[in-house]
């Protein structure tokens, strides 16, 4: 019998018209559509591919083992991330070896810092896998902003604000162009790189881009409250332009 | 009368069915499809969104005056590309006035390294626009190669392959993740860098993916010659992994 192939779906970045046409093509096919989600909630990935997924799905959702955020030192978390993951593989095999493809759901683009990838280098191993790429969180914050990110020769860097503030102010102070992800309760060491870098007065705070809620300040006009996970600064380049 | 609007609509990285579903409706819609392209073609852009439009539509090309790579500092150069921005321009101004959408193709993401945002920059200042993000070429890249690109706390950089061999080699040797663009005559010097930086054996290079003549090898097992200006050289991250 043949085994179905796991694939990566990428969403984009909330919107769902900013899905691709071939993810809408996938979601529409797939016997088994799986999905990360908090335990309790229907979790964002299902809710922005809802209006493409038909009746009488076999849906499959894989619950984080913990709801608030924990420090990546801590032993315990690691080994009980460990664990999650190599339980949610075990789920999509079951499925794969039936024969049933599984269209597995990834915000954003699945192979661009996503949990998707967790799943994929284990179940590649031993099943057949595609693709889909999405528009990244990011295209879909700099677009809502309407901000030009990189022109002919900038280097673009994307940070993640869990770096430390000296580690952060070094690379913004050498890069033309940045992208500061994971901001929640970062958000005051990262604007203090950003002071340091001299680049207060060019980053711009965006949250829940191209979603309900979304909100795009200057983020000189923003103040320290803790930002969620998902919001993200941009500082754009200022490269050549005839 | 009200005005148009001009609308950048991301293209995705080649393949026809990586538009997003709001790129395909913006495309369907608009009354004029403009588009960059080198005299004498139809372009890239027009050939992804082949299909998407309909028959009919004003379509308005705009010829980009050189067809051979040029150095940037040369200032015979920089005079022809800020006239040909300006009269294209001028060209898209003079549907908008008459109250006609404008839905501007861009290969890629309309504000990730575009020809686009030279126009949008001068537009927006007397009318209203909209960006629909696109599926940048490196997630078309990495999609295909099957490459998690960035994991946890790995910095991914973009470095435009025209830096200097110097400052790539820093650059690579301080980031996790790197994608090199616009490879053309500097794949040598940008293979330099990388072997400086150590790196050689985790680099694929990628040409043309997503589409017909997709080429997809590690970097060491392909030669210095010339490579398209649109191939990269992807350096995956391997950042926290559970």
Redesign the interface.
């Known amino acids: 019998m043949t085994k179905g192939r796991l694939i990566g779906v990428?969403l984009?970045?909330g919107?769902?018209?900013?899905?691709?046409?071939?993810a809408?093509?996938i979601i529409r096919a797939a016997p088994v559509i799986a999905f990360f989600a908090k335990k309790g909630r229907r979790g964002n990935a299902r809710e922005i591919a809802d209006r493409w997924i038909p009746e009488g799905r076999i849906e499959l959702p894989l619950y984080y083992p913990m709801t608030t955020e924990v420090s990546?030192e801590d032993s315990r978390y690691?080994?009980s991330?460990?664990a999650f993951?190599e339980a949610a593989t075990d789920m999509l095999a079951a499925h794969l070896d039936t024969g049933r493809d599984v269209a597995l759901l990834a915000e954003g683009?699945?192979?661009?810092?996503s949990s998707f990838?967790?799943l994929?280098?284990r179940v590649?191993e031993h099943f057949a896998?595609e693709?889909?790429?999405?528009?990244?969180g990011m295209?879909?914050c700099?677009?809502?902003a309407?901000?030009?990110?990189?022109?002919?020769?900038?280097?673009?860097?994307?940070?993640?604000g869990?770096?430390s503030e000296d580690d952060l102010a070094k690379?913004l102070a050498?890069?033309q162009a940045a992208v500061i992800m994971k901001l929640g309760a970062n958000l005051p060491k990262v604007r203090r790189a950003i002071l340091r870098a001299n680049l207060l007065q060019h980053a711009i705070y965006v949250e829940r881009g191209?979603m309900a809620g979304e909100k795009i300040v200057r983020l000189a006009e923003r103040g320290d409250e803790e930002a969620p996970y998902f919001a993200m600064i941009l500082i754009p380049g200022n490269g050549?332009?005839?």
Chains 1, 2 share one sequence.
């Not at 309407?146 to 280097?155: I, T, V």
């Open positions: 990428g984009g970045p919107d769902p018209e900013l899905l691709t046409v071939k809408v093509e990546f690691i080994a991330l460990r993951y683009d699945p192979l661009f810092y990838m967790h994929y280098v590649r896998t693709i889909v790429p999405g528009v990244t295209a879909g700099w677009s809502r309407g901000l030009p990110m990189s022109w002919g020769d900038d280097a673009l860097s994307v940070l993640p869990t770096l690379r050498e890069t191209t050549r332009r005839p």
